[in-house]
């Protein structure tokens, strides 16, 4: 039994499907004389592939970033077109017999200690180059030589270092019932692929790519983070037990979709669904949320082979709108930068403190007509739905001048497309409040903006000042502790005296134990990922805003996060007991 972080709720079993890293573990097993021909062509078909790849992209960066953005692509083909380079691959299929991702990963092994023996700054970025064209390699690699899944029978476990946004793309089409990675933490891109897609998750268990393999039994529980591998019969059959209870809750909530979400004493709420694709849209419309209340739109970019033009953008949107409940979407700017990083941009700028540095807003100010493509293609996405409720979010906003320098993003987009002669309309423009220094300032932010989203997965690793996704302080970002409470009650109150339309979408808000908390904070929006809205319906039809009041009320005479947990844990137990599943 491993243990890890709890990052998706529910237990699923499974067959392990282990999606190896070059990085962290390379194909081993000599190739025999009969396959060397097969490998190397598959080395030259990834090589050509990744060639013509780099070219779009640079072609497409220019003109949509700028030239100097484009110019690492330049040099990204210098490094594949390298003779020396490809000649060792060649070498090591050919006499050392190895298979082409072993290969590279042996090239990189060579590079790394040439480059450490350097102190020049400039040659040690080009290491990251190397790298960069390696992983890019071994991306076509992996699709040239399409892991065949027909042998695995039932229902696949996906164990891998960290999902990442494109992997998860390819996941599409294969029935995964839960995932496990070896990094990660409860707000990283795994943990919020699978609760999008209500799978179970656990994260952080290191070294588990080496002990488990494809075809193992592996069973996930995402209640508690752990994980058991190839378990005796009596502990399999327990669990079996425990997947089945999860998947009659799931189906059981699901039926809840068509009722609306009012409390016990008849308040109407909404809950609406936080997506990243279409397929999230698809599952916030079945899930019965009644909109989408963010939509990251960087996992179009981080999805998309090269850039994503105005055009396209603007059709990726509207096949969300399309497939939204109700067309309402609100749709967040780009968010880079932290966690998640563009090849295109900065991706050669170290930052010490990437959470504190360029991130969000902050880029797209430095690339102002990248930025303004993304408004155009929204304000003309919005145009198409006159009937829907479309509405832009600014991420990260930190002070008035940001907000008023957004604004005016805004009114040159529009400006545009009327140069263009095409028809916009004004919609609503809202910001996320995710750190400290906009909470504090709320009263006069308002005055900006027509409503307010709380992103309170950055707004507590912010308040904290602990990186969410360090395993080693992250354990004071806690939803429960009293300073999170204190900070969102206070710009909850601000908004609802204002008169101004405030939602949280941190994850918090389809957690049973915080939402109860929000509702008690007088909070009626709330948006999570798709599948949690039913639970969340569930559990508000069972409380009165009174009753919510009260629990707030004992709730924030705790001192420590340990008791307020402890007290949330007991409230879910006596009103919805069959929930705690769902919980964590
Ligand atoms: C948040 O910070 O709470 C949020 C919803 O944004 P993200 O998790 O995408 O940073
Ligand atoms: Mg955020």
Same mark, same amino acid.
Request: hydrophobic letters at 40%; a neutral charge; proline letters at 4%.
């Given at each position: ?30 190739? +025999? ?6 490998e ?50 060649? $070498? ?6 190895? $298979? ?69 793309? $390819?996941?599409?089409n ?81 039926? *809840? ?12 709420l909404?809950?609406? $669904? ?89 880029i ?40 008023r ?28 409040? +995710? ?19 709380v992103?309170?997965?950055?707004l ?31 710009v ?26 929000l ?10 990922s ?8 569930q559990?508000?039809?069972q ?13 924030? *005479? ?27």
């Amino acid at each position: 039994m491993r243990r890890g972080i709890a990052v998706s709720p529910g237990v699923a079993i499974g067959t392990a499907y282990v999606i190896h890293d070059i990085f962290v573990n390379p194909e081993t097993k000599r190739l +025999e004389d009969s396959e060397i021909t097969a490998e190397l062509a598959s080395y030259e078909t990834a090589r050509d592939r990744a060639s013509a790849e780099l070219r779009t992209l640079e072609k497409k960066v220019e003109s949509q970033v700028g030239r100097n953005e484009a110019s690492i692509f330049a040099i990204h083909q210098q490094i594949l077109r390298d003779p020396a380079f490809t000649n060792k691959i060649r $070498a090591w299929i050919c006499e050392d017999r190895m $298979a082409a991702d072993a290969a590279l990963h042996r090239l990189l092994g060579e590079y790394t200690q040439l480059f450490a023996k350097t102190q020049d700054e400039y040659l040690k970025e080009r290491l990251n180059d190397v790298r960069d064209v390696i992983i890019r390699l071994c991306g076509h690699l992996v699709s040239t030589n399409q892991a065949d899944l027909s042998h695995l029978s039932g229902p696949l476990i996906v164990v891998t270092n960290d999902l990442l946004p494109s992997q998860a793309v $390819a996941l599409g089409n294969i029935e995964v019932a839960g995932i496990v990675t070896q990094v990660g933490s409860q707000t990283g891109h795994a943990a919020i692929i699978a609760r999008s897609r209500g799978i179970p998750a656990v994260a952080g268990i290191k070294g588990v790519m080496r002990t488990v393999k494809t075809g193992d039994t592996i069973v996930v529980d995402g209640r508690d983070g752990h994980v058991e591998v190839n378990p005796p019969a009596e502990t399999l059959s327990a669990f079996r037990k425990l997947e089945r209870e999860f998947v009659d809750l799931k189906d059981k909530l699901a039926e *809840n979709r068509d009722h609306p979400a009012v409390t016990a004493c008849g308040t109407s709420l909404h809950l609406h $669904a936080n997506i990243n694709g279409v397929t999230d849209a698809k599952a916030a419309t079945a899930m019965g949320a009644t909109g989408v209340g963010l939509f990251r739109t960087e996992y179009l970019y981080l999805t998309h082979q090269d850039v994503p033009d105005e055009d396209e953008q603007f059709q990726a949107y509207c096949q969300i709108i399309e497939n939204s409940p109700q067309n309402h979407v609100t749709i967040r700017t780009l968010d880079i930068g932290g966690d998640k990083a563009l090849s295109y941009l900065g991706k050669d700028y170290h930052e010490a403190n990437p959470f504190m540095g360029w991130r969000s807003i902050r880029i797209s100010f430095s690339h102002p007509e990248f930025f303004n493509t993304q408004l155009r293609a929204i304000l003309r996405a919005a145009a198409e739905f006159p009937n829907g409720n479309v509405r832009i979010m600014f991420p990260m906003v930190t002070t008035f001048e940001e907000i008023r320098k957004l604004r005016g993003f805004v009114r040159k987009a529009h400006k545009d497309l009327a140069a263009r002669k095409i028809k916009t309309r004004d919609i609503p423009v809202g910001m996320m409040l +995710e750190v400290p220094a906009a909470a504090i300032t709320i009263e006069s932010l308002l005055s900006q903006v027509d409503f307010v989203s709380v992103g309170s997965n950055d707004l507590i690793q912010y308040l904290m000042a602990a990186d969410r996704d360090n395993p080693k302080v992250n354990y004071l970002c806690q939803p429960l502790s009293p300073a999170v409470l204190r900070i969102l009650a206070q710009v909850i109150d601000a908004c609802n005296r204002a008169r101004k339309p405030i939602t949280v979408c941190g994850e918090m808000a389809g957690q049973p134990k915080t939402f109860l908390l929000l509702l008690g904070m007088g909070l009626r929006r709330f948006s999570m990922s798709p599948a949690f809205v039913p639970s969340i319906k569930q559990i508000a039809g069972q409380v009165s805003i009174n009753e919510a009041e009260q629990i707030l009320k004992s709730a924030m *005479n705790f001192r420590e996060t340990a008791q307020v947990t402890r007290f949330m844990a007991r409230q879910i137990e006596q009103l919805a007991p069959s929930l705690a599943m769902l919980d964590i």
